[in-house]
């Protein structure tokens, strides 16, 4: 059965780096027939979608935060990670990993972490 | 950028009746990648519906899902307690890959 774990800082401080990691389990993250994704929820609010990786077609991610976002992916600890610039309070949110099909829906989630963007 | 119109906004209803929930984008989606979720409060979200229509492993057939083009809809049909959540539609796109999501219907228990 496969099973992510997000794991990382609850809490950064404004302008600094939030640096997330996704421990992917029961599966292997070099599978070309998925992609690997994050998506977050501000509290109260609804979903966003940050960004994906593909084993062969690289890493995209949404325009709103292209510029600050970086995926990257550790194949010998099987783990997608996530690193966002300048945080401020705005990117206080859950931060979901998942395993995205070829038509982009999420079916399997990770249990999500909260992280706090405050001084 | 596609964006996607859900309504109603809040849905109350009695368990036994049955409920429509409406997704609208901003531009045909002539693959119909369009998935519906389902999210209580403070888990994760849960797939129930993927390519417009078919329901997801495990999920039942008083869920369905239908449309094409602009507008696609998640019908459920005689509420249980267990289904007041509130759920989200979201579309994918390929080139280059995106996704979005609609910003949620809450179906309340009337």
């Known amino acids: 059965q496969l099973q992510l774990q997000e794991s990382g800082s609850p809490l950064v401080k404004p302008s600094q780096t939030l640096s997330l990691t996704c421990a992917v389990s029961g599966g292997s993250i070099t599978t070309t027939t998925y992609s690997w994704s994050w998506a977050r929820q501000p509290p109260g609010k609804g979903l966003e979608w940050i960004g994906s990786?593909?084993?062969?077609?690289?890493?995209y991610s949404n325009p709103s935060l292209n510029s600050r976002v970086t995926i990257s992916r550790d194949i010998s600890k099987n783990q997608i990670s996530l690193t966002l610039k300048s945080v401020t309070a705005a990117d206080t949110a859950v931060y979901y990993c998942?395993?995205?099909?070829?038509?982009?829906?999420?079916?399997?989630w990770g249990q999500g972490i909260l992280v706090t963007v405050s001084s | 950028e596609i964006v996607l119109t859900q309504s109603p906004g809040t849905l109350s209803l009695s368990p036994g009746e049955g409920a429509t929930l409406s997704c609208r984008a901003s531009q045909n989606l002539p693959s119909g990648y369009v998935a519906w979720y389902q999210q209580k409060f403070g888990q994760a979200p849960r797939i129930l519906i993927y390519?417009?229509?078919t329901r997801a492993t495990g999920i039942p057939d008083r869920f369905r899902g239908s449309g094409s083009g602009t507008d696609f809809t998640l019908t459920i049909s005689r509420l249980e307690p267990d289904d007041f959540a509130v759920y989200y539609c979201q579309q994918y796109g390929d080139s280059p890959p995106s996704i979005t999501f609609g910003q949620g219907t809450r179906l309340e228990i009337k």
């Open positions: 990786t593909y084993q062969n077609r690289g890493t």
């Open positions: 998942g395993r995205t099909n070829m038509r982009g829906e999420f079916h399997y």
């Open positions: 390519a417009a229509s």
